[in-house]
């Protein structure tokens, strides 16, 4: 591939999904290229992009390409530090706020596989501060990758899922369907959606609204500081008044966008969405 052709595929994805191909990942990113060239028999990659952009077929095209650029490591129970600040304080805080409605709606934005959101459903169960025939839980998993949401919505996992899970928990929340193979409980499963969404797609994300807490951890470090302003802050239109936006534990929102309120919690750090009488608005 020239150079020219890099910086037009690579400007594009971007524009797309907001993901930055950095200079060391310019070999992989045309192995990834080459392999759809072939793949739609074509014979360049400057005619692939304009196959991009310009053929009837560009959306699906699009999600396969980028079903092979996106990084979708992920495991459950992840992060402890925030695992531990839900289980100890933020679940407590929730049920007192939501008391009366009894409706808890919690977004795992990029959620990979679901390890994130099922690891969400294990930990409010396991609180027991949410009686699944008194409340109604909805926790939505989207994710950019078609095959990371058919992957979750199987919900079967193998052994480096569980790298940090007790034996004894995943035990009592997977069934082993074969050697190695475990498949989360379908009381777990229920109280999981999963769909498809791009976080660069402002139409997309406009349609989730009221969120008590939104988890998008370990997927801003993908982006530019552009791509992660606007994503943060159409996030902050996703949350109900005084709800929370928990990113990964590496990742800062220093410099990038000042409308939500820093809470320490635990000890993690979470962004928060004014009170309703309140407004950030004015601020971004
Ligand atoms: C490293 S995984 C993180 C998974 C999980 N949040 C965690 O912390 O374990 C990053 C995920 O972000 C997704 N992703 C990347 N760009 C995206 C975009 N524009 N919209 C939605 N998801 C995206 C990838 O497909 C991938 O599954």
């Known amino acids: 591939m020239t150079e020219d052709e890099i910086k037009l595929l690579s400007d594009y994805v971007r524009d797309y999904c907001g993901l930055l191909i950095h200079d060391s990942q310019e070999l992989l990113f045309q192995k990834r290229v080459k392999k759809r060239v072939d793949a739609n028999k ?5 005619e692939y992009y304009h196959f991009l952009r310009f053929d009837s077929k560009w959306a699906e095209e699009m999600r396969e390409l980028v079903n092979i650029l996106t990084v979708n490591e992920t495991y459950f129970f992840r992060e402890s530090p925030h695992m531990e600040m839900f289980s100890n304080l933020l679940f407590r805080i929730l049920k007192t706020r939501n008391t009366d409605k009894k409706i808890l709606r919690i977004w795992s934005a990029a959620c990979s596989n679901g ?17 699944l025939n008194d409340w109604k839980i909805e926790i939505v998993g989207t994710d950019i990758n078609t095959e990371m949401v058919r992957a979750a919505r199987k919900g079967v996992f193998t052994a480096s899922a569980f790298r940090i899970t ?21 009381k777990i499963k229920r109280m999981v959606s999963f769909s498809q969404m791009n976080l660069h797609s402002a139409s997309q ?4 609204r009221d969120m008590d807490v939104i988890l998008c951890r370990n997927v801003l ?9 606007e994503v943060v802050e159409r996030f902050y239109d996703s949350l109900a008044p005084e709800g929370y936006l928990v990113i990964g534990q590496s990742e800062s929102l220093f410099r990038i966008t000042n409308v939500y309120n820093i809470v320490p ?3 993690a750090i979470l962004y928060q969405r004014e009170h309703e009488s309140q407004t950030a608005s004015a601020s971004r």
């Open 42 to 46: 074509l014979v360049s990659a400057k």
């Open 115 to 131: 390890a994130e959101p099922y690891s969400l459903a294990i930990l409010i169960v396991e609180s027991g501060m949410f009686p």
């Open 166 to 186: 007790p034996a004894q928990l995943r035990d009592k929340y997977f069934k082993e369907i074969e050697k190695g193979c475990w498949e989360v409980d379908d």
């Open 205 to 208: 994300m406009r349609l989730v």
């Open 221 to 229: 470090i993908y982006f530019d500081d552009t791509g992660k302003k």
């Open 265 to 267: 919690m635990g000890n």
